[in-house]
């Protein structure tokens, strides 16, 4: 069965330093995804990315944040500058037009 | 702003006995209605969806009910199992936007052998 496979599985990065979460989606869908769950707390839609666009992106979604489709299959989630409060699980998710999401494993992030 | 509730953090039954998860929303602007089903470390599983148009949507052991007049749906398990046991997540978006889903907050499920 298809589906979305993220790297690495926990990634653990000092403050102020870049990150990259890499996604593969699932191979025929067209809408990607990014989620967030801190600890405790809700999962928490970051972006959405259609025709190699960013279609929607929440608050949260602020300049130190970006997403790319560098080829047909990868899609990833860049943080600039890593802060203590990034410290989350991410996930990527992806869907064909008008039908439910499907999330993969999620990476752990974790700020020191 | 809190579009999506689940008022319940955690439930618990007897294997064999229904489960009921219960999830209400407030912008009437929601038009479909997903659960997941959410295991540690693991990411959201989809579990069964509901459009605005129908009261009612089932799959094998679960089914969604959708009453939009009180803004509110929930998923019944039936029978439930000790491997349903997990953290159950309501997701609500509308057709206008770009595919946005807004989560609830989620209830443990656990079911006792």
């Known amino acids: 069965e298809p589906e979305v496979t993220q790297t690495p599985s926990h990634q653990v990065t000092q403050m102020g330093q870049e990150v990259i979460l890499r996604c593969v989606p699932i191979?025929?869908?067209?809408?990607f995804y990014w989620y967030r769950q801190i600890l405790g707390q809700k999962v928490e839609f970051l972006v959405s990315?259609?025709?190699?666009?960013?279609?929607?992106k929440s608050e949260i979604f602020d300049d130190q944040f970006s997403v790319e489709r560098p080829d047909g299959s990868n899609f990833t989630l860049k943080i600039r500058s890593t802060k203590l409060e990034d410290s989350a699980m991410y996930f990527c998710a992806s869907s064909e037009m008008d039908t439910e999401a499907f999330f993969g494993q999620g990476t752990r992030l974790t700020v020191v | 702003d809190q579009q999506v509730k689940q008022n319940s953090p955690s439930l618990s039954v007897q294997e064999g006995r229904i489960s009921i998860l219960n999830c209400d929303y407030t912008?009437?602007?929601?038009?479909?209605f997903l659960w997941y089903k959410k295991y540690p470390a693991e990411g959201p599983t989809f579990l069964i969806s509901i459009s605005s148009i129908k009261d009612k949507n089932e799959d094998g052991r679960f089914t969604v009910f959708l009453n939009k007049s009180a803004k509110h749906l929930s998923l019944h398990i039936v029978p439930s199992q000790p491997g349903d046991s997990a953290v159950y997540f309501c997701a609500a978006r509308s057709s206008s936007n770009t595919g946005k889903l807004i989560f609830g907050q989620g209830t443990t499920l656990q079911v006792k052998p």
């Open positions: 191979s025929n869908h067209l809408y």
């Open positions: 990315f259609y025709n190699n666009e960013i279609s929607e």
């Open positions: 912008n009437s602007m929601f038009d479909y």
